[in-house]
């Protein structure tokens, strides 16, 4: 398992919450990109001025939880009403008078979730934020902390995981803007994939697997905000539950 974590490197890049698991094992900081859902829609409520709270898809306990914490609970797209909460960055962005929302996904909020209580530094990242993710990285990795990157990935009928090339693309984003000397190579790929479509990203994304399920389904704006790079400075970081900003 010590060469699967890829604990050589003080850069990783893995899939999903097993794959968060095994790299980040010894690392300081997880960085977890879910581009097409939870993180690009937690950037845009952050950028609302909402308080974010993870929790698991499709759990029975989560209304109680939400209400605990005086928070709106959101539901799946598909299921929202006009101008409700939901896993929709599109909605989000019009969304009012919501100050705490708890925003389960299958994925991306998840393994934030389930990373919450490893003692590791959650981070939330996509495309949007990409940079100032990176930059507030950057002097902790000068300073010797290592970072595991995570691709949430999607999940096939029987739940399996199902690696998306988006968050391939969203967790190379971060990658390329951090100095990978001390990269695995799995980190230095990710970077790279990236790099190769970043000039055509948004068309790319209207028609990797992902995003031609969404623009079928009737939600084309989700990635129109989703293929924005670096238009984001918040940075969610998970304390005590919940994500709070740190420019």
């Known amino acids: 398992?010590?060469?699967?974590?890829?604990?050589?490197?003080?850069?990783?890049?893995?899939?999903?919450?097993?794959?968060?698991?095994?790299?980040?094992a010894d690392a300081d900081i997880a960085v977890v990109v879910d581009v097409?859902?939870?993180?690009?829609?937690?950037?845009?409520?952050m950028e609302r001025g909402m308080t974010v709270y993870p929790y698991r898809w499709k759990d029975a306990r989560a209304a109680q939880f939400a209400a605990e914490r005086d928070a709106v609970l959101a539901v799946d797209r598909r299921a929202?009403?006009?101008?409700?909460?939901?896993?929709?960055?599109?909605?989000?962005?019009?969304?009012?008078?919501?100050?705490?929302?708890?925003?389960?996904?299958?994925?991306?909020?998840?393994?934030?979730?389930?990373?919450?209580?490893?003692?590791?530094?959650?981070?939330?990242?996509?495309?949007?934020?990409?940079?100032?993710?990176?930059?507030?990285?950057?002097?902790?990795l000068a300073a010797g902390e290592r970072v595991a990157v995570v691709a949430a990935g999607e999940r096939w009928p029987d739940g399996s995981l199902r690696p998306g090339v988006e968050d391939l693309w969203g967790a190379g984003a971060v990658l390329a803007a951090l100095d990978l000397s001390r990269a695995s190579p799995e980190a230095v790929q990710a970077a790279g994939a990236f790099e190769s479509v970043r000039t055509r990203l948004p068309e790319h994304l209207r028609v990797c697997s992902s995003g031609a399920e969404l623009v079928s389904a009737g939600f084309g704006r989700d990635l129109d905000i989703a293929a924005l790079v670096d238009v984001c400075d918040e940075l969610p970081v998970l304390r005590e539950g919940k994500f709070a900003g740190t420019k």
Not at 2 to 24: C, K, L, M, N, S
Not at 36 to 45: E, G
């Open 1 to 24: 398992m010590t060469d699967h974590g890829q604990a050589a490197y003080a850069v990783r890049f893995e899939w999903g919450p097993t794959g968060a698991a095994a790299i980040g």
């Open 36 to 45: 097409l859902s939870f993180t690009t829609t937690l950037t845009v409520a």
């Open 80 to 140: 929202a009403d006009a101008g409700g909460v939901s896993l929709s960055p599109a909605a989000m962005a019009t969304v009012e008078g919501v100050d705490r929302v708890v925003l389960p996904s299958p994925n991306g909020s998840s393994i934030c979730f389930g990373l919450a209580e490893s003692g590791l530094t959650v981070v939330g990242a996509c495309l949007r934020n990409r940079s100032a993710v990176a930059r507030w990285l950057a002097p902790r």
